[in-house]
């Protein structure tokens, strides 16, 4: 009995669902779960049920799922991947999965932060999300007063985190200095600090799992740069064969052949349907603003509904005019210090547009550093428009 093949890891919230059906057209792909997307394993759901990571969850049946699917199709010529996106911000599964196939190629998807933030909270509003702990928790938040609350706790638990770690050793400094080419992760080089911090994102599914870079990492520590794909949800958007015909290749799966007026525009689990059994097109999506409604709490006093302005600030399908999914977005000026300035950069006074430029300052640093493995050629460049909407420097162009 063997392991899967490859992991689809996440993000959750940034498209993985409409990543998984596209692949499943493919008969050289499989899943471990019978069709199901995702096993949740080693993390847990989450749910009331299995809160806590499972990392010690007996190996062998998880092995028995992998030879059944491979039976089932009754050939060799097949890939057998595990679709669970709560494995990414599980410490400790990367670590366990690499034990049952160090061979294994990890695929990410990664979405906006606060976008991806801004879905979770919605889905977890949802009357369907009843079983999830933190749905009792935000019983009487807004967006708002939620991001005001949950962010201060995650400051704190940060700052707390950060007075452990040993950087002053001579092993960090070591390191450190190896940027890239050492990266670390549980039990593979991060000191009690580094994990004590990637600890305090873990336990927060709306604000804390869009602090990617700890994350990431915590992969590349176990499996390699080289053995991971990094994808970003806005140019599945824009061009979602091209995006599927990387992920086969960086399998080394054939090309699935698709039919004529199949164009991969179906998006699954959305804003206003959590579920598979209803896909929308892009263009047919109910509007954010009257999706979130007054769950944004984004009103002059903090409640009722959300603006359309406010709205675009967040939305990544190109439905808000200005938002991040349309073409303006990725226009920007230098502001004479490096950083450059956009039209969905600027948020609003409102209570929403505080409580959104509130999260890029917090995840900004998160964000510079997956633009710096980047220019260091290990991951793909993200999209431009995060480095304006982030309030990053612009990319320096070669002289010449």
Known sequence: ???PDFLLIGAQRAGTSSMFLHLMKNPALATVSNQRKETHYFSGTGSRWD????????????????????????????????????????????????????NMKVVVLLRDPVARAVSKF?????????????????????????????LAVMRRCSDTARRFR???????????????????????????????????????????????????????AQFGWRQMKVLYTPDMLAAPNVTLRAVEDFLGAPRVRLHPMDKLDFLFNTREC????????????????????????????????????????????????GGLGSTSSS?????????????????????????VAALRQFYAPHVQQLFTWADQGVIPQPPPAWRAVYGLPQQQQPAG
Not at 124 to 147: C, D, G, I, M
Not at 331 to 355: D, I, L
């Open 1 to 3: 009995m063997a392991g």
């Open 51 to 102: 809160p806590n990571p499972l990392c010690d969850n007996e190996v062998e049946p998880y092995l028995r799922l992998t030879t059944i699917a491979r039976r089932r199709r009754n050939t060799t010529n097949l890939q057998v991947g595990d679709f669970s996106p709560t494995h990414l911000h599980c410490l400790c599964c990367a670590a366990s999965l690499r034990m049952i196939n160090r």
């Open 122 to 150: 919605f889905q977890l509003k949802q009357p369907h999300s009843r079983w999830w702990p933190e749905q009792q928790a935000l019983e009487n938040h807004t967006f708002v007063s939620y991001v005001e609350a949950e």
């Open 166 to 220: 040993s950087s002053a050793s001579p092993r960090s400094r070591l390191l450190a200095a190896a940027g890239a080419a050492m990266p670390r992760g549980w039990g593979a080089g991060w000191d009690m600090g580094q994990w004590m911090e990637a600890q305090c994102y873990a336990r927060s599914s709306i604000l804390g799992w869009s602090v990617y870079a700890p994350f990431l990492e915590n992969y590349a």
């Open 274 to 321: 959590h579920f598979y059994t209803c896909p929308r097109k892009r263009g047919r999506l109910k509007p954010l603003a009257e999706a979130l409604g007054a769950h944004a709490g984004g009103g002059a006093s903090g409640g009722g509904g959300l603006s359309a302005a406010d709205a675009a600030l967040v939305d990544d399908m190109g439905l808000e005019s």
């Open 331 to 355: 226009t920007s000026s230098g502001n004479g210090n490096g950083a450059s300035t956009s039209s969905s950069a600027s948020s609003s006074a409102s209570p929403f547009g505080q409580a």
